[in-house]
């Protein structure tokens, strides 16, 4: 793998390190119509430097230069200069240049873009209006866009926040792309340089809000010294229109301020947050507010003093409210359960625990809810919370990071998942209800709503430490803007902008992307079953059993005859019952809920026949199959791409994406041994346990090496792997060949642990082919583990070799630190083979 590494480092452009994103402003062609098009000068109507407005007018430079290689000169308040682009607010407008002719009243945040005359205006209802107009400009030009316009565009709804789950130590909870840009050593880092380049992504996408310390909050953010740096952070922020927001502990009053309880209703405790409050916003006035994740997974809440959610949330509404800021309470309150009680689900415990407070919540209060009612997995159906409260503020919550979704290793564009959410109508009274309108605001009246996503953003240059992951929260914002859009069209603007026009590109990098989420679905959970990761421990690789028997309630329950949740009112918990009648009528019904709900809502047999006419285990084996399958095309399909993209991001995704294709396989055989071996019930196909292609590592001649059994035992081809017998000397494993003689690609599966870095050597009769290092922990984003399993399961690939039959194959394997050169098993795969 260093060897594609070392290529990495050689990249030619150091723009192209990622760190830019979507806003390269890479150099276009541009003469006659095009060059006499651009604007001469620039106008800005607000000449504070720190203003957005002024912000617009540099991004403009930068973007006119960069594309077009045009200097542009910038004018403050100078409206009768011509061909030039006028920035500012409507009211700036009014007032520095007079009337503002066809602009249509805008909401909060609403911009008006209008190309048509012979001056580009840009006008927002506020600065960062004007900032989100500029944008829209820039990213028209920068991809080759010179149509004339004139349009006026609002937000959707006005929360439109992220959520940073930074630790005050650098650490990122769930964070795949390097330590915190905010926080190191418990502090805030005096350099805040990345601060300022993510604010500038932020602004782009139209995002107005940032929280930027874990939900899981360390008290101490809380020192003065802290909400100093909070503070500085602050001042970052906002000439792109971004606000600050904090997470809270709930106990804090007393694990950090002394007092003997936390208890929501004591006037010892209301008054120590009020002078916090106070403190923050002495620093940070325009502070958007609070976001509170309370009895939950552990962590403190008004329940220990049985006060209810809303005494809680309405101890912060309270305190922010005097100085606009709101609160954002997360709807992720559940309580550990029992699998042995049939009727235990925590997917019911939203509903049950905020539904009958209802219409109790302050004003200033947003409950922020999951798009689904587990826990950001492959597929789950819209939180009924959604369509529970009407006269309660909500918020959707999604996950750019991909917790869940391959932790960035894996391609997988996610804004598809987020539409089957937002487009779902959950008929509340049998009217028109989609998820969209209803966070919106619109459906019930509420003045606030809007969506949360969690980022967490690190310092690596790629920020969520892989290229392609870009596009989510790219579209993250656009969705969160306007969630009727496409999903597509959102990808193809972000292709152009990150990868440039040519159509290849834009073809190629769309189908993988659009292909990604259902070949994820397929490999990792099918039918409404989840993602069938290992939900004790990292949340990445394939480990079926751990999903139950656990008090964390997300269950499969499988067992030899049957699998899947009954989640129906009739048998099961009831859970179908908290939708509106259409839809706990859909879903209560095994006939009429959809195949890819199936195992979310009911608990059938294996051979219960889908819609499709398959059984439930067939189409598991075939769907995991099937993913696979393409994920393989992922490596080739970008492959196809060399010579168009720059060396350094080229190959960095290469990297990755040769990565996934042999991931995906060891997910599929995992799924498929795990249920097979359950079951009993073997593949029509008979593919599953059947590698005709394979020599496993513990059947070759050992030296030095001894066999190991794997656990979870389906994460190893035949559940055994070898190690060395020493963590200081080489292993060395041989076998004839006994395939046909030709060409082949060798696969060679081995387990990269975290805390060591093997060297194996490959040779064909003492020739060496090939050799790599276990530095994936370095060279990939997912949680690296420490053991023999699903997560450091790993291939790499010898392409082309000529075997003839009878070659002598031998790997040696040189262990390091507590990894012991651990070999799975050993692959010759004929063209087109997957194996
Ligand atoms: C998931 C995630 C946690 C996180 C929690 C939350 O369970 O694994 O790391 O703290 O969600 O959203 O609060």
Known sequence: MRALLFFASLGFVAAENGLNGWLRYASLPCSGQCRSNLPSSIVILNTTETSPVYVAGTELQNGLKGVYGKRVQ??????????????????????????????????????WLDTKGKNVQILGQNERGALYGTFEYLSMLAQGNHSKVAYATNPSAPIRWVNQWDDMDGRIERGYGGPSIFFKDGQVVDDLTRVAEYARLLASIRINAVVINN????????????????ARIADVFRPYGVQVGLSLNFASPQTYGGLSTFDPLDAS????????????????????????????????????????????????AKEVQPYGGIVMYRAFVYNKLNESIWTDDRANAAVDFFKDLDGEFDDNVVIQIKYGPIDFQVREPPSPLFANLFNTSMAIELQVTQEYLGQ???????????????????????????????????????????????????????????????SNLYAYGRLAWNPADDA?????????????????????????????WPAYEQYSGNLGIQTLTDIIYTHYGPSPASQDNNGWGQWTRADRDSIGMDRTVANGTGFSGQYPDELAAMYENIATTPDNLLLWFHHVGYTHRLHSGKTVIQHFYDEH??????????????????????????????????????????????INTFYHNLSGIPDQAKRVGHHPWRIEAEDMKLEGYKTYTVSPFETASGSVAIVTTSNSTAGTASTKINFPTGTYDLAVNYYDIYGGQS?????????????????????????????????????????????????????????????????????????GIVD
């Open 74 to 111: 910038v004018k403050h308040n100078k409206c009768k200069a011509s061909s030039s682009v006028v920035v500012g607010t409507v009211d700036q407008y009014r007032e520095i240049c007079g009337a503002a002719k066809g602009v249509p009243e805008l909401e909060e945040d609403g911009f």
């Open 269 to 316: 405790v209301v008054e120590w947050w009020s002078k916090i409050t106070a403190q923050v916003y002495d620093r940070v006035p325009d502070m958007a507010g609070y976001l509170v994740k309370a009895d939950s997974e552990g962590q403190p809440g008004p329940q220990t003093y049985n006060r209810t959610l809303a005494d809680a949330a309405n101890l912060f």
């Open 759 to 831: 060297e194996w050597k490959v040779y064909l009769n003492n020739r060496e082919i090939g050799q790599w290092i276990g530095n994936s922990e370095d060279t990939f984003s997912h949680t690296p583990s420490i053991y023999l399993d699903g997560h450091s399961a790993i291939r790499i690939k010898f392409r082309g070799v000529k075997v003839h039959k009878g070659d002598t194959l031998k790997i040696v394997g040189m262990p390091n630190g507590n990894e012991p050169a651990p070999l799975d098993y050993v692959a010759l795969l004929p063209a």
């Open 408 to 470: 960035q290793s894996h391609l997988v564009y996610v804004a598809p998942i987020w539409k089957t959410i937002l487009d779902t109508d959950l008929r509340v009274d049998h009217q028109p209800s989609l998820v969209r309108d209803i966070v919106a605001g619109k459906r019930f009246n509420r003045k606030l709503g809007g969506s949360a996503a969690v980022v967490n953003v690190g310092t690596n240059t790629t920020w969520l430490g892989s290229h392609l992951s870009m």
């Open 625 to 670: 199959y099937s993913g696979a399958e393409t994920a393989q095309t992922f490596l080739t399909q970008w492959e196809s791409l060399e010579g168009k993209i720059d060396t350094e991001r080229y190959n960095h995704m290469r990297h990755f994406l040769d990565y996934q294709s042999g991931h995906s396989i060891l997910w599929r055989d995992a």
């Open 215 to 230: 939900v899981n909050a360390n008290a101490t953010l809380l020192s003065p010294t802290n909400l100093d740096g909070v």
């Open 488 to 516: 597509q069209d959102i990808l193809q603007d972000w292709i152009k902008l990150t990868f440039g026009l040519d159509r290849k590109v834009l073809d190629t990098i769309t189908r993988m992307s659009m292909e990604s």
